[in-house]
């Protein structure tokens, strides 16, 4: 029976294509957890959502597996059974989650898709041995799938997390200095999750066979996707629901975080950014009051608008990439459909 995803007049639902990644790759997702030593399983598990915080099985929000989609897609799309391309999504989403059980104790976050962070429940040491678990263990998948191009698909992976990394450090960096110009500020992103996603389609195209004008082609389409989705993520983490996003309104804003539309902001030379640079770099803890004041002035300085307006040209770019990588129709569409999704929901 073929692994391919079945098509009602060649069209799926983004929904559909989800449902389908994820039950093709949870199963290799958790072999590769298991093989982790107890306590790190344990954690990374709970992470996953996969069970609670005494190992109990739990039916939590696992996230929507975009990266893993991709991957699955891209390979589909250079004529490979999408199957071919799983142990590249498994390594994917263990890198992507290596990086959150991380980015949460960095960054402080005490809830993610509607729980406690990992840290919050383990501790800080356990969550931060839990992602290196997964980071070793997406580098043990790709290098024993078996893979002819499983050598060079390691070696870009590694590239990615160096990549990543990179992006993480600058942005810490930039909490602490009250000059960040913008174009690093979009560097950073590039960085920290064009990267990822750019790596994502990358591989799913080196694992379906494609030939190496195709994979850079799906490097690219990802590269933009990657920082479209980073500038709506960075609106969301202002004006994001809460009910949705699992964290408090205007999470970012509390922590000073310089983001996208808030570099925007407090580069444009306007009252509103003047105003806004005065409360971004103050020491004092902020009020509830101040950051529903600094959203205003994000607002108001054009950093909402700027974002916006990006993230609709990036995707695009990443749709012009697609096309010229020549894929097979039906991925062609499902890919186009969830870049819309990834994108589309603005703040």
């Known amino acids: 029976m073929s692994t391919s995803m079945q098509r009602v007049g060649g069209r799926r639902s983004t929904a559909e294509v989800l449902a389908f990644s994820r039950s093709r790759v949870e199963p290799a997702l958790r072999a590769a957890v298991d093989a982790l030593p107890g306590p790190v399983r344990q954690v990374a598990g709970y992470h996953f959502g996969w069970w609670d915080e005494h190992g109990h099985p739990a039916r939590s929000d696992g996230g929507k597996a975009l ?18 391309a799983v142990p590249a999504a498994v390594a994917v989403e263990l890198v992507h989650n290596f990086s959150l059980l991380h980015d949460d104790v960095m960054d402080g976050d005490v809830t993610r898709r509607h729980r406690p962070t990992a840290w ?50 600058a942005d810490m960096g930039f909490e602490i200095r009250s000059d960040v110009e913008l174009p ?41 996707l990657g920082l479209a989705f980073q500038h709506v993520d960075d609106l969301i ?28 902001a407090l580069t444009s030379d306007t009252a509103a950014g003047r105003e806004l640079s005065a409360l971004y770099h103050g020491g ?64």
Not at 289 to 298: D, H, K, N, P, Y
Not at 334 to 346: F, K, M, S, W
């Open 120 to 169: 919050r429940v383990f501790g800080q040491a356990a969550a931060i041995l839990a992602g290196d678990g997964l980071l070793t263990g997406a580098l043990d998948v790709v290098t024993a799938s078996g893979h002819p191009s499983a050598q060079h698909a390691a070696r870009m992976l590694i590239g990615a997390v160096q990549d990543l990394v990179a992006g993480q450090s």
């Open 67 to 84: 990266r893993p989609a991709l991957v699955l897609l891209a390979a589909e799309a250079v004529g490979a059974d999408p199957g071919t």
């Open 284 to 347: 004092q803890p902020l009020t509830e009051g101040e950051v529903s004041r600094m959203a205003e002035l994000i607002d108001a300085a054009g950093g909402r608008a700027w974002s916006r307006a990006q993230s609709d040209v990036l995707l695009r770019e990443a749709l012009e990439h697609l096309a010229s990588a020549t894929p097979a129709p039906g991925a062609a569409a499902d890919l186009d459909a969830l870049a819309a999704l990834i994108v589309g929901r603005h703040h």
């Open 237 to 264: 983490g202002i004006w994001g629901d809460p009910s949705v996003t699992g964290k408090p309104v205007y999470s970012d804003l509390y922590s000073r975080k310089k983001s996208l539309p808030v570099v925007a």
């Open 184 to 224: 690093e500020c979009i560097d950073m992103a590039r960085a920290k999750t064009g990267a990822l996603l750019a790596t994502a389609c990358a591989l799913g195209a080196l694992y379906g066979g494609g030939r190496p004008d195709q994979v850079e082609r799906f490097r690219a389409f990802g590269d933009r």
